[in-house]
């Protein structure tokens, strides 16, 4: 019976055994779990501001298309990750300083559903807020986006920090590779959201973006699409690459040495 026991702890889980979606190379799980929850409650205060500011300035119409704008369905998005990758990172630096001989984190012992869930919400939050910064202040930025105290903390976090957030993913956590098939699933989520979009103009009268208007954009409107697609997919390879160089210089001989003097989970 003791035996299987310490067996039972011993045995590496096969989802994520190196932890790389809860370590960071710069920071200790400790301080890595702080960041992301800090980050978490900081986008959800956003989120609640940002819907509840204009309905009770405006009226309640003018928080009724909230959930038709992809930046703010993105922005629900890396919410949503921080939150769970925080509590995820939190309950591996608990297991850590337990003295656990494996430590290990309770996305290891769930389904492969949630497993791939977490993974695909990791690719998106790293993915769309680049995209959404760069199609905002390229095509829809104007002198309205400062005008008041409050489009300017909504577009600059928003628009800013949200690509901010999805740096500090990508370069200062673990977390390993894009997997390949998650850049087909984003390009079918981003097809999906055009389908909101339009659901949208014909429950609420309205496009979330003007360049989706099909009477104004004309054959532009083609363009437009397949352009977002194409920069969805040429964003997607920049992040794996920027992960693989992150990777490639974590294992020259100094980064080496230096994870050998703090292992991980004793780092603080």
Known sequence: ??????????????????????TSWAFSPTILAGLRLFFALFTLFTAIFTLVWPAVKDGSASASGYFSYFTNLTFIGICAYFFASGLQTFAYAKSSKNGDLEPTFP??????VLQYLHVLLYTTIVTFPIL?????????????????????????????????????????????????????????????YVGVAYITHETQGFYPYAFLNPKKQGAKLAGYIVGIA????????????????REYIKGVPLMRTRKSTLPVGSRF
């Open 230 to 245: 194409v920069g969805e997919a040429v964003i997607f390879v920049i992040v794996w690459a920027i992960i693989k160089l």
């Open 1 to 22: 019976m003791t035996d299987s026991g310490v067996e039972a702890q011993t045995t590496k889980p096969t989802f994520d055994p190196e932890h790389k979606l809860v």
């Open 132 to 192: 959404v910064t760069i199609v905002y202040w390229a095509l829809l930025a104007s002198s309205e986006s400062f005008e008041t105290p409050y489009t300017s903390y909504s577009n600059i976090v928003k628009h800013a920090l949200n690509s901010a957030f999805a740096l500090f993913e990508i370069i200062f956590t673990n977390v390993g590779l894009l997997p390949w098939l998650n850049l087909p699933i984003t390009i079918v989520i981003l097809a999906g």
């Open 107 to 112: 996305l290891q012992r769930w389904g492969r």
